[in-house]
């Protein structure tokens, strides 16, 4: 099985470059070039509006998708989208909870809510019941903030995932430690936390500099993940799209 995870799209209302950056020439580029891989499997893993949630980025967005034919795509939020707008767009929600767009899909996919930077009790409670129940497979996690911090200052100090602690208790719940697969700190980073592996992948927007204290850009080529599963081996990499 074959997974595309494209994340922090940050796409703007207009085509007007942002930093320099046509968000939507470069989510239009990445898709086209991820399409060449054949995936069975696509991900949008949060931040798909600019600054706040707004319905026509969402259109726009699912338009892209639909032009080009894919159907198995999966989306989640961040903590610049609305998930209610999110999920009326794109038909998600049965998969609305009390404001949080969570669901599982078999045999082991998990996918979560970080959009607040934290998670619900609700939501892990559900998170518990879900890991615990996938037998004999590594449960392979989506969500948009890492679960740890990184190493990278900017993002560390002022946006990191809330509740490390407890979401590495859950994780180590199960028979087998999970892949997790994240954005949100626009950079390619790996890293392994008490055995449990986190891939973080970059944005299609810009990358943010891995060690200023201060926001700082470090370059605008977007890209995206490939995740290859066979028989619970799991193999990544990062490509970048360049002009």
């Not at 703007?12 to 399409?35: H, I, K, M, W």
């Not at 609305?82 to 045999?107: C, G, R, S």
């Amino acid at each position: 099985m074959r997974i595309i995870q494209i994340t922090d799209l940050h796409i703007n209302t207009s085509s007007e470059p942002v930093n320099g950056v046509d968000t939507r020439a470069n989510f239009v580029r990445t898709l086209t070039e991820a399409e060449k891989l054949q995936a069975d499997m696509l991900v949008l893993s949060g931040d798909l509006s600019f600054h706040s949630g707004d319905k026509e980025v969402y259109f726009w967005i699912k338009k892209q998708l639909d032009y080009k034919g894919i159907k198995n795509y999966k989306i989640i939020g961040g903590n610049h989208d609305d998930i209610n707008v999110l999920a009326q767009v794109f038909d998600l929600t049965e998969n609305v909870k009390d404001d949080e767009l969570y669901f599982f899909i078999e045999p082991n996919f998990i996918f979560l809510d970080t959009a607040r930077g934290y998670c619900s009790n609700r939501q892990l409670d559900w998170f518990k019941k879900e890991i615990v129940s996938i037998e004999g497979l590594n449960p392979v996690i989506f969500m948009h903030h890492p679960p740890f911090k990184a190493g990278v200052p900017h993002m560390d100090n002022n946006y990191a995932f809330q509740q490390p602690d407890i979401f590495k208790e859950i994780c180590q719940m199960s028979n087998k430690l999970p892949y997790i697969f994240c954005g949100h700190y626009h950079n390619e980073i790996s890293l392994i936390n008490d055995g449990i592996k986190v891939f973080i992948t970059p944005s299609t927007y810009l990358q943010i500099g891995m060690n200023s204290v201060e926001f700082e850009i470090d370059h605008i080529v977007p890209g995206f993940r490939v995740i290859d599963i066979n028989n619970n081996k799991i193999k990544t990499t990062v490509r970048y799209v360049f002009d």
